[in-house]
């Protein structure tokens, strides 16, 4: 080998030795966030008595973080996120459900969604007529 | 004792036997949030390249719970929290720093903060000239 080749293989193995564990822990990043690997989902949601949730104080508040894997302190966050993937986001398909069961009683209850899914801003608002049609809607997202 | 006062003890002690674990698994509901223990804290914080948050994608995402114990997929959730407890919540107190090490230029970076502070909703919004002046504003919470 001559000369300059050698140098170069020796620069390479040291440049890897220096740059790998940099690239290993951007990788293994807290939040499993690295711009790159995946997009980010990361939600916030709350519930609370009140017409909107501009009056309605969050009684109940969760997070959900759908990757690298689920977690949060929702009490299902597989479940959730599994939902939430095969409604391709679209919280509003998932909050409908049966009224079979509950009374036509007006003591509305608000749930908000705020944050990241899949890489992109979430506001979501959603005001049921009673806590009963909330529970009924047989949404696992909005069980917590 | 009579047999009215021996009955109503039993149906006590039966009443407690079927209750009281509802009521323990209500005091200990998964991520805390039972209404009236203590004011819910979950939080989404976001980072994107960009003037503002309407114009920012999310390149990271994270969560940050403070009640009952700091978790959330934040590298240094016990940090954050202590951090904005020390500041009462208030997101604008944090965010300064010393710009001593950045240079001027323009590549704004805007870190956001969406959900609920101790019960109260919150949606902050900040953006630095350049991602080093985010860094160096030695905040723990918005290290991620």
Same mark, same amino acid.
């Given at each position: ?5 050698? !140098? ?7 440049? *890897?030795?220096? /740059? ?16 790159? #690997?995946?997009?980010? &989902?990361? #939600?916030?949601?709350?519930? +609370? ?5 501009? *009056? ?9 973080? /759908?990757?690298? *894997? ?10 959730? /996120? ?13 909050? +409908?459900? &049966? =009224? ?6 007006? %003591?509305?209850?608000?749930? *908000?969604? %705020?944050?990241? !899914? ?11 007529? @009673? =806590? /009963? #049609?909330? @529970?009924? $809607? =047989? &949404?696992?997202?909005? $069980?917590?």
């Amino acid at each position: 080998m001559p000369n300059t080749a050698r !140098w170069a293989a020796t620069l390479t193995v040291a440049a *890897t030795a220096v /740059c790998g564990p940099l690239a290993g822990s951007a990788l293994a990043s807290p939040g499993g966030a690295a711009a790159g #690997l995946y997009a980010p &989902s990361a #939600l916030v949601l709350t519930v +609370g008595h009140g017409e909107s949730a501009a *009056t309605a104080a969050p009684a109940r508040a969760v997070t959900l973080t /759908c990757a690298p *894997t689920p977690s949060g302190t929702h009490p299902a966050p597989a479940g959730a /996120c599994a939902e939430l993937r095969a409604a391709g986001g679209d919280f509003d398909a998932l909050s +409908g459900g &049966s =009224e079979g069961l509950c009374t036509k009683q007006y %003591d509305p209850v608000t749930v *908000t969604v %705020d944050g990241v !899914w899949q890489g992109r801003r979430v506001a979501h608002e959603r005001t049921f007529a @009673n =806590e /009963c #049609l909330l @529970n009924s $809607s =047989e &949404s696992v997202l909005f $069980s917590f």
